[in-house]
């Protein structure tokens, strides 16, 4: 029964499975996904999750093969602000998505969006899935790549079970949350400790701290009324509350410090490459736990054959040198004290066979790269003697196969936040019919300029006409008397004059207002807009290199018409090539304002001067 049950009674019960729990996956596979988190986070920072020494207290090196990997994954795959546009797929959207575009990159940059890709990036190439929040504090929307260390999941299904953050406050902290109880606040402020990990261990030793649990899910609505009736209707909902241990007995003090409905769940996560029954992803570090092992292990056979090998080890019959230990008593000048005609010689304690030892740990590094996807080129190794410039090219370009599929990856992803999260708060901000206001670059002002000019040519032409008529007398218009192709010419060229010289003074400033209607709202034109327009997001690895042959190759070909225009066959074979290439697009030519070219009359020949001879 749920009135036996209270948010924070789900709370201890989730945190306690996310400690001890396991998930099997199949027969043979157990998963632990709070193990596997916590194994990524000591190999990443280079520590043992056996101790740091061996059974006989020797120190136990280790070879750090998983930051390299992590790295190149995050370098791979990274997607930049400049990468996501908006592009209309209907003509009557275009204007709208040019606009969005520019309300995008401002938001991006008012957010700090490209900070945001970059540790989501570099979450996202350590583990394979990252868990982002988006929430609206002020008006705004605050993207936030949420740590795994602070999260509460189902290991199974992340998106239809409940999410929990452990957050941490300071009394001040606690104190400015106005919408948190603040009555259970008080009585929360005198139990603050230190802060611990998901496993129960002291991060530090300041203990000026509130742990609280922020849940979201789809609960019954029994949580917020307190009605019987309620258990079987459920809706999204969000709860903060802590927890105290009782001082006498056994059970708990809880605290609800906030509960309500939201629209949306804050939550969402993404992976480079999904896998089945598990929330967490595998990334670049699980990929190399058996190989970071055997390399452990292989380095630190190794050290302790040396360290052997290092010793002077002495051996003799004598009794006297029982127990003790020559080599940290002998003093510079000591004698010896030795029975006579015993031996006293030293052990062979030199190394042997390291070569196969190193060997055996080279396997497993080139297996680790390997799985990952990562060839020695990529690594900065150069390329053995004789290689062919070819077949390393060729090695990065299948390497960066993979990559390119979980950029794709991170790429629709991006797509589904912009269509979920960011259009639909732009639009919000847009439930106006003002204009709006723009600075822009100058590639954008000529884009928009271009868009704007011929249409309001046109409507400008059209008033002119129909005013025209409006004023023509009965006997003008019976006598044939209109507008003619003539006048149009010269109002379209004074139109278009005019119109030009008023933008030019507004410099790179544009007004720009919904629609001719003044009752038509921003909002109104741009309904279901996140679903007519596409998010192009691009970052896929490129050759450089080939990309500049190719451009040079077309320019070369482009001057040497002359002019002149590419005969059908030859313009079809051209568009293929720079289609296949990526290089630059048919259209983007197409679309290149061409310049009116002078053509040069021949002039006639000078006529020759008349020679005048002299008579002597």
């Known amino acids: 029964m749920l009135q036996e049950q209270t948010v924070a009674d789900i709370v201890r019960k989730l945190e306690k499975e996310d400690k001890t729990g396991n998930t099997f996956i199949s027969k043979y596979v157990k998963f632990s996904m709070r193990e596997v988190l916590n194994t990524i986070d000591a190999y990443l920072n280079s520590k043992h999750t056996s101790g740091e020494t061996d059974s006989m207290g020797r120190e136990k090196p280790f070879f750090n093969i998983v930051t390299s990997a992590a790295n190149i994954w995050y370098r ?141 899910g789809e609960l019954p609505l029994y949580y917020l009324t307190g009605e019987e009736k309620d258990e079987d209707e459920f809706s999204q909902q969000m709860h903060v509350v802590s927890y105290l241990s009782k001082k006498k007995g056994e059970g708990y003090d809880d605290y609800t410090l906030f509960a309500g409905k939201e629209k949306k769940d804050p939550y969402r996560i993404d992976h480079l490459i999904k896998e ?36 002077l080890i002495f051996q003799t019959s004598d009794g006297n040198y029982v127990g003790q230990n020559a080599l940290n008593n002998i003093e510079t000048g000591d004698i010896l004290v030795h029975k006579p005609n015993e031996p006293l010689t030293q052990v062979a304690n030199n190394s042997h066979d390291i ?50 599929l979980m ?42 300029d271009a868009m704007y000019l011929p249409a309001e040519v046109n409507k400008r032409v059209k008033n002119r ?88 190759t077309v320019l070369n070909t482009i001057a040497g018409l002359q002019g002149q225009p590419m005969p059908p066959e030859m313009k079809t074979v051209f568009n293929k090539i720079l289609t296949l290439t990526g290089a630059i697009s048919p259209l983007e030519i197409a679309d290149t304002p061409q310049q009116p070219q002078t053509v040069m009359q021949p002039q006639p020949a000078p006529a020759p001067e008349p020679v005048i001879e002299q008579q002597v």
Do not use: C
Not at 99 to 104: A, D, K, Q, R, V
Not at 367 to 388: D, P, Y
Not at 488 to 498: L, W
Not at 517 to 532: M, N, R
């Open 276 to 311: 089945d029954s598990r929330t967490l992803s595998i990334g670049s570090v699980e990929n190399l736990f058996q190989a970071q092992w055997m390399q452990n292990h292989s380095v630190k056979s190794i050290k302790d054959q040396l360290d052997l090998a290092s010793k």
């Open 407 to 448: 950029t794709e990856n991170k790429g629709l992803a991006i797509e589904e936040i912009m269509r979920e999260f960011v259009i639909p708060h732009l639009k919000t901000k847009m439930d106006t019919t003002d204009e709006i206001s723009a600075i822009l670059e100058e590639h954008q002002l000529k884009k928009l």
């Open 465 to 552: 006409i129909v005013d025209d008529i409006l004023h023509k007398t009965p006997e003008d218009l019976m006598a044939g008397n209109l507008f003619t192709e003539e006048m149009k010419d010269e109002v379209v060229a004074n139109e278009t004059e005019a119109i030009q010289k008023g933008l030019n003074q507004l410099g790179n400033q544009r007004f720009i207002k919904p629609s001719d209607i003044e009752s038509t709202t921003w909002k109104k034109a741009l309904k279901d807009f996140e679903w007519v327009v596409d998010v192009d997001v691009t970052g896929e690895g490129k050759d450089t290199q080939a990309m500049l042959a190719t451009l040079s």
């Open 76 to 216: 791979a795959t990274d997607i930049d602000r400049k990468n996501i546009k908006l592009r209309a797929t209907k003509k009557t959207h275009h204007t709208l998505a040019f606009l969005m575009s520019i309300l995008l990159q401002e938001w991006m940059k008012k957010t700090s969006f490209g900070m945001w890709l970059n540790e989501w990036g570099r979450i996202l190439a350590r583990y394979g899935s990252a868990i982002s929040k988006f929430v609206e504090k002020d008006g705004e929307l605050i993207p936030q790549v949420m740590s795994w260390h602070v999260m509460i999941v189902d290991p199974v299904d992340f998106d239809n079970n409940v999410k929990i953050e452990k957050m941490w406050f300071t009394e001040a902290q606690l104190l400015a949350k106005k919408e948190y109880d603040q009555d259970f606040v008080k009585g929360l402020i005198n139990a603050k400790k230190a802060r611990e990990t998901m496993d129960g261990k002291k991060k530090d030793n300041l203990n000026e701290f509130i742990e609280v649990y922020e849940v979201h």
């Open 355 to 404: 070569t196969s030892l190193q060997n055996y740990q080279s396997q497993w590094k080139a297996l680790g790269n390997e799985i990952n996807g990562i060839s020695e080129s990529m690594l900065g190794v150069a390329a053995k003697s004789g290689t062919a410039w070819r077949q390393t090219q060729a090695e990065l370009q299948e390497a960066h196969s993979l990559f390119e």
